[in-house]
């Protein structure tokens, strides 16, 4: 089975497309090469992967098998989208994020340095799709930098989780996190703020502070 490549693709230098691939699929209603996709160097895409025209992907970009990213999405450089993962439209990525396996995101904002483990839904829907109202109420997620969000957990729509903050495996978050936060629950109730939290391991004081490490890392030499 071979990858299928739509026109308008542009894919930089060292870029290694497993097959079979589906690059640059028009989005319903589009002509092929109507909209562009651009895919950054040394991109690694796994087979069954499919990217649909009227992306932006950076540098260094990852999948595991089975992603789908659907249009107008923007990725920055060094990301990688785990297996079976699903991007819907408007989502935007920003560099060194790391979106594990099955997960589903919409109209997402996440920063840089952000870290979703595996079955993460970030929900975009208030109401059901009957409702009149529905596209005016619509609205995404944001995931400021550095923060960390355990497996299973549930995003509702226009959350905000906080800069280098964490949440909880299975967790239902209904509420914006505080920045430097930890929360756990359904529903995800403040338990501690990150500096709290020790090393099981005993290597590090304070295990999810940023930059990780470093003073202790000199100080162990």
Known sequence: MNNILYPNVEIKENANIE?????????????PGKL??????????????????????????????????REDNKIGNGV???????LEFGNRIGNNSRIHSNCFLEMVTIGSNVFVGPNVVFTDDPHPMDCPKYKECKKGAVVEDFAKIGANSTILPGIRIGRN?????????TKDVPENSVVVGNPAKVIKTIDQLTCE???????????PYKDEEKDSK
């Open 19 to 31: 097959p079979p691939c589906i690059i640059g699929k028009p989005p319903r209603g589009a002509k």
């Open 36 to 69: 562009p996709l651009k895919i950054g160097r040394n991109a690694i895409i796994r087979p069954f992967t499919t990217i649909y025209a009227g992306s932006e992907i950076g540098d260094n970009f990852q999948t595991g098998q089975g992603v789908s990213i």
């Open 80 to 86: 990688s989208i785990g297996t079976n993962s699903v």
């Open 165 to 173: 903050s964490l949440v909880g495996a299975g967790s239902v978050v």
């Open 201 to 211: 391991a005993g290597f590090f004081d304070k295990p999810y502070s940023w930059p």
